[in-house]
């Protein structure tokens, strides 16, 4: 099939190259002119595996393409696949603004039966809008579906590869034996569903704040398991072990961030007030996830008091492993409360630094961990990047100021790092101190000096 894929950010790019590598042919096209000209000349990297070849390779192949003429893109086109952003609007409601320029654009351009389909994530009922907003704009004979994306930052072609399942939106069976064609490559693994266009919105929604309820879940009792010994990793073990409840998204964590599920939940609670119904639940899991992502400075305070002139090394930025989007991370949270107490940050990670540096352009932005860590009251860990997991202590040990690890991650063995000198919070489990039961004994050695 001819495909044009308007808007090649993270979802279209994906969507855009493995599409073109089962030999549909596909014209991805994007208003931002410096992204198209990196793509265009291969002159790009991404963190998803896979991504950066795959895209070269069929390029090469002359199957896919980029492109900043969007009109020309969607009047070659028989399927036009809408992944354009939905971002969170200063009023906390999804601004739909460029998905209906998108939309306004593919209107005035389509040529013959075209299939569009809406695969950003929108608000109910925004699939029947824009149908609507379209059929006022043309003759041309077309239909519209919902096909919302899926796919996991660090492993979004593998997820586009081996779906757990393919959400197929469809108010008319001609647009889902369409998307029936497209995707019969990729439902091996999982079901193609057939649900209306509300539905299938909904249940872009209902996931995210399904995988953000489990998250502010489990961070509720990590607090509990730190104060009665208990171990938030086995909890997390045994109860997902439960074949009714499954393990994933059960890890206590430093709260949960990027680009979607933050927005996603807001918006889901923003629908459902704008229907009279209650959304206490859903304000829960964010408040309980600010809360999370907001008691990482206190942690270190109970430690180490105040924080002035002490340098703190923040590693992981990145708001999970696998992806440089620091969007909402729990270490935009902790640097920016860090520089308002007057520390001093020093911060590194293999992927976000460029990302955080547009935040806080001010700060350290290390070469490594050990450069980070040297002269460093405290070393707080925030994403769980394998790089990280395999820090070696021992050298840490002799370029810290004082052995402190604060760990949102619990990607250490405590007994490990107690025998190094080291005192050792992690999020879910009881701290190891050096002198165990008292936070206080973990003073920086400037203080021990004077
Ligand atoms: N990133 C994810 O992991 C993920 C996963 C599932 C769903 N989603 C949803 O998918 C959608 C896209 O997300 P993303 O992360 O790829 O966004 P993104 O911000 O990375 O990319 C969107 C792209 O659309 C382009 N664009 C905007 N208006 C345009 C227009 N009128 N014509 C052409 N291009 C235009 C932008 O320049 C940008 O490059 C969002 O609704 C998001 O919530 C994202």
């Not at 990196?38 to 390779?57: K, N």
């Not at 003429?69 to 601004?95: F, W, Y």
């Not at 609507?132 to 096909?147: H, M, R, V």
């Not at 190891?432 to 021990?448: F, I, Q, Y």
Request: charged fraction near 25%; charge should be negative; include cysteine.
């Amino acid at each position: 099939m001819k495909l044009s894929i308007i808007g090649t950010g993270n979802v279209g790019l994906v969507t855009g190259a493995c599409f073109s590598a089962q030999g549909h042919e596909v014209r991805c096209a994007d208003i931002d002119a410096e992204k198209v000209d990196r793509l265009q000349r291969l002159e790009f990297h991404s963190e998803e595996p896979g991504l950066t070849d795959l895209v070269a390779r069929n390029v090469e192949a002359g199957r896919l393409s980029f492109t900043t003429d969007t009109p020309a893109a969607v009047a070659g086109s028989e399927v036009v696949i809408l992944c354009v952003e939905t971002p969170q609007g200063e009023d906390g409601k999804p601004d739909l603004e460029r998905i209906r320029a998108a939309a306004q654009t593919i209107a005035e351009n389509i040529k013959g039966f075209t299939l569009i389909v809406v695969k950003s994530t929108v608000p109910v009922g925004t699939t029947e809008t824009l149908r609507k907003l379209i059929s006022a704009c043309t003759e041309e004979p077309f239909t519209i579906a919902c096909n919302p994306e899926f796919l996991k930052a660090g492993s979004a072609v593998e997820d586009f590869r081996e779906p757990d399942r393919v959400v197929a939106g469809c108010d008319d069976e001609r647009s889902f034996e369409l998307l029936r064609e497209l995707y019969q490559d990729f439902t091996g693994s999982g079901p193609l569903l057939k649900v209306d266009t509300r539905t299938a919105e909904l249940i872009k929604y209902a996931s995210n704040a399904m995988l953000a309820c489990r998250i502010s879940f489990m961070n509720s009792l990590a607090g509990l398991c730190e104060q009665l010994g208990a171990d938030a990793g086995e909890l997390a073990r045994g109860v997902g072990l439960d074949s009714r409840i499954g393990p994933g998204a059960l890890a206590a964590s430093p709260g949960y961030g990027g680009s979607c599920l933050p927005k996603d939940i807001r918006a889901l609670i923003d629908t459902l007030k704008e229907h009279g119904l209650d959304a206490r639940l859903f304000e829960a899991i964010d408040s309980v996830n600010e809360s999370q992502k907001a008691s990482h400075i206190e942690r270190l305070r109970s430690f180490l008091g105040d924080l002035r002139d002490r340098r703190i090394a923040v590693l992981g930025l990145s708001f999970k492993a696998g992806s440089a989007d620091t969007a909402n991370s729990a270490a935009v949270r902790l640097i920016g409360q860090l520089i308002e107490e007057g520390a001093e940050v020093a911060a590194w990670d293999p992927a976000a630094m460029e990302n955080m540096r547009r935040v806080f352009p001010d700060i350290e932005y290390s070469r490594d961990p050990y450069e980070a860590s040297r002269g460093a009251s405290a070393i707080v860990i925030l994403t769980e990047w394998d790089s990280l997991r395999k820090l070696d202590f021992q050298t840490l040990g002799g370029l810290v100021s004082n052995k402190l690890v604060l760990d949102g991650r619990g990607l250490f063995d405590p007994e490990v790092l107690l025998a190094l000198g080291f005192s050792y919070s992690a999020v879910g489990r009881p701290p190891t101190l050096l002198e165990p039961g008292c936070p206080e004994n973990a003073v920086d050695s400037r203080d021990s000096e004077s």
